[in-house]
C-alpha cells in the first residue's frame, strides 16, 4: 500500500512476561466509576449509569520498569493533574454483550494513568462542551505493561495506589467500583462494537490532585506491574 504521507509507528503496549505487544486500536475511559471520587468532583455517580469519553490512541506512553516514563507537561494548562487507573484490554470483538458474557472480550489487564489538564476539562464542563481538550492530548495515558487474564483471573477486588514523590496521595480497591468490569464493558458494547485492541481506562478512586515538572508519581494494582513516571518540563 502507498500512502500519501509517511505513515506513523502502530501505538503499542508490552505484554509482560512475553515480548509480544497489544496494538492499540481505541482508548474508552469510564468517568466517575468511584463514589468518592464523584463526590470529590461535585457528582453523585450512585445514581447515574457510567459514561465515557476517549483518548487518541498515540496519547499511549508505554513504560516498563525498572525504567520510570517521562510525561512532559502539557500545554495550555496550569492544572495538571493525575488519576491511577485500572486499564482493561479487549481481546475479542462484540456488541450488545451480556456482563456474564462482557468476561470472555477480556485480553488482560494494566496499570495506567488518565493523566487530564482539569482546568481546560472543568471549563469545557460548564460550558457544556466536549471534554475533549482537556483529556485528549500528547503522553495523557502512561500505561504499565498488560498481564493476559489467563495469568491473573478476572479482577474484581484488590488496591489500587497512587503516591507522589513518596507521599501517599489515591487509595482505593477495585471492589469501590460502582460499575464492575463486566457490567462496563456490557454497558459500552451497546453503543459500539468492541473490537481487539481497545482499551477501558475503568475510573480513579478519590484523591486526585495537581502534579508539576519535577514530580515523580507510582502507581500501583494489586498483581499488577506497578507504573512510574516523572513530569518533565515541556520542550522549548
Same mark, same amino acid.
Given at each position: 500500500?502507498?500512502?500519501?504521507?509517511?505513515?506513523?509507528?502502530?501505538?503499542?503496549? $508490552?505484554?509482560? %512476561?512475553?515480548?509480544?505487544?497489544?496494538?492499540?486500536?481505541?482508548?474508552?475511559?469510564?468517568?466517575?466509576?468511584?463514589?468518592?471520587?464523584?463526590?470529590?468532583?461535585?457528582? +453523585?455517580?450512585?445514581?447515574?449509569?457510567?459514561?465515557?469519553?476517549?483518548?487518541?490512541?498515540?496519547?499511549?506512553? $508505554?513504560?516498563?520498569? $525498572?525504567?520510570?516514563?517521562?510525561?512532559?507537561?502539557?500545554?495550555?494548562?496550569?492544572?495538571?493533574?493525575?488519576?491511577?487507573?485500572?486499564?482493561? #484490554?479487549?481481546?475479542?470483538?462484540?456488541?450488545?454483550?451480556?456482563?456474564?458474557?462482557?468476561?470472555?472480550?477480556?485480553?488482560?489487564?494494566?496499570?495506567?494513568?488518565?493523566?487530564?489538564?482539569?482546568?481546560?476539562?472543568?471549563?469545557?464542563?460548564?460550558?457544556?462542551?466536549?471534554?475533549?481538550?482537556?483529556?485528549?492530548?500528547?503522553?495523557?495515558?502512561?500505561?504499565?505493561?498488560?498481564? $493476559?487474564?489467563?495469568?491473573? %483471573?478476572?479482577?474484581?477486588?484488590? #488496591?489500587?495506589?497512587? +503516591?507522589?514523590? %513518596? #507521599?501517599?496521595?489515591?487509595? %482505593? /480497591?477495585?471492589?469501590?467500583?460502582?460499575? /464492575?468490569?463486566?457490567?462496563?464493558?456490557?454497558?459500552?458494547?451497546?453503543?459500539?462494537?468492541?473490537?481487539?485492541? /481497545?482499551?477501558?481506562?475503568?475510573?480513579?478512586?478519590?484523591?486526585?490532585?495537581?502534579?508539576?515538572?519535577? /514530580?515523580?508519581?507510582?502507581?500501583?494494582?494489586?498483581?499488577?506491574?506497578?507504573?512510574?513516571?516523572?513530569?518533565?518540563?515541556?520542550?522549548?
Amino acid at each position: 500500500m502507498h500512502y500519501a504521507i509517511p505513515a506513523w509507528e502502530l501505538p503499542s503496549v $508490552p505484554v509482560a %512476561g512475553s515480548d509480544r505487544h497489544f496494538p492499540v486500536r481505541r482508548i474508552f475511559c469510564v468517568g466517575r466509576n468511584y463514589a468518592e471520587h464523584a463526590k470529590e468532583m461535585g457528582g +453523585d455517580a450512585a445514581k447515574e449509569p457510567p459514561f465515557f469519553f476517549m483518548k487518541s490512541a498515540d496519547a499511549i506512553v $508505554p513504560v516498563v520498569p $525498572p525504567g520510570v516514563g517521562r510525561v512532559a507537561y502539557p500545554l495550555a494548562t496550569s492544572n495538571f493533574h493525575h488519576e491511577i487507573e485500572l486499564v482493561v #484490554a479487549i481481546g475479542g470483538s462484540g456488541v450488545k454483550v451480556t456482563p456474564e458474557a462482557a468476561q470472555s472480550l477480556v485480553f488482560g489487564y494494566a496499570v495506567g494513568l488518565d493523566m487530564t489538564r482539569r482546568d481546560l476539562q472543568s471549563d469545557m464542563r460548564e460550558k457544556k462542551r466536549p471534554w475533549d481538550i482537556g483529556k485528549s492530548f500528547a503522553q495523557a495515558a502512561p500505561i504499565a505493561p498488560i498481564h $493476559p487474564v489467563t495469568a491473573t %483471573g478476572a479482577l474484581s477486588r484488590g #488496591a489500587i495506589e497512587l +503516591d507522589v514523590n %513518596g #507521599a501517599p496521595r489515591q487509595r %482505593g /480497591d477495585l471492589s469501590d467500583m460502582i460499575w /464492575d468490569v463486566p457490567h462496563m464493558i456490557a454497558f459500552l458494547s451497546q453503543m459500539y462494537r468492541l473490537e481487539p485492541g /481497545d482499551l477501558i481506562f475503568t475510573g480513579t478512586p478519590s484523591g486526585v490532585g495537581a502534579v508539576n515538572a519535577g /514530580d515523580r508519581l507510582d502507581g500501583r494494582v494489586a498483581g499488577l506491574t506497578p507504573l512510574s513516571i516523572e513530569i518533565v518540563a515541556p520542550a522549548a
